[in-house]
T-cell receptor, first 115, second 113 residues
């Protein structure tokens, strides 16, 4: 069974530029999560989708971050404009369903550096 | 008070010893608990899940849960240098579709050969 796929793996941009990350979850997983992990910290949930609907985006900085999951499968996370403090690893995870606490599986992540 | 707390370490143990990693959480109604292992530069990898009070064993790993004390731990027996990593404790909060995981900051484990 293929795992969670993410691209790109690395990205370096200048502040005020925009960037987009892509995620393809494990086949059959209804729930998709985007996390931000800053060095030395645990992953912090940015947004959670159940199929193509948003369940939780309470920690998403909506003035600069946006995310979509149009067909209930792939998802894109965008940052526009980027700030220096956005330098982090962006992790995508998926689980069977969010109605129960199913185990979450992570993709390899995208390491973003904002200069 | 943080929702999930872990000692940041590093915890250093000699090869072959038992490593004990601890985690406390604040939400009394949490029902699901997970341990993830994260190697430097890699993403978190799920190694254990536990839902009921008591012990759950899987190979060299044992997860222990005490809901009354709001405490969950991970024991690694016969520690190997390859176990050197950051171990993240994750706890579910909320119910239904609002159910989500909150992660601790992780404990760095170093196993010395």
């Amino acid at each position: 069974e293929a795992g969670v796929a993410q691209s790109p793996r690395y990205k370096i941009i200048e502040k005020r530029q925009s960037v987009a990350f892509w995620c393809n979850p494990i086949s059959g997983h209804a729930t998709l999560y985007w996390y931000q992990q800053i060095l030395g910290q645990g992953p912090k949930l940015l947004i959670q989708f159940q199929n193509n609907g948003v369940v939780d985006d309470s920690q998403l900085p909506k003035d600069r971050f946006s995310a979509e999951r149009l067909k209930g499968v792939d998802s894109t996370l965008k940052i526009q404009p980027a700030k220096l403090e956005d330098s982090a690893v962006y992790l995508c995870a998926s689980s069977l369903d969010s109605r129960e606490t199913y185990e979450q599986y992570f993709g390899p992540g995208t390491r973003l550096t904002v200069t | 008070q943080k929702e999930v707390e872990q000692n940041s370490g590093p915890l250093s143990v000699p090869e072959g010893a038992i490593a004990s990693l601890n985690c406390t959480y604040s939400d009394r109604v949490s029902q699901s608990f997970f341990w993830y292992r994260q190697y430097s530069g890699k993403s978190p990898e799920l190694i254990m899940s536990i839902y009921s009070n008591g012990d759950k064993e899987d190979g060299r790993f044992t997860a222990q849960l005490n809901k009354a004390s709001q405490y969950v731990s991970l024991l690694i027996r016969d520690s190997q240098p390859s176990d050197s990593a950051t171990y993240l404790c994750a706890v579910n909060i909320g119910q239904g579709y609002g159910n989500k995981l909150v992660f601790g900051a992780g404990t760095i484990l170093r196993v010395k050969s």
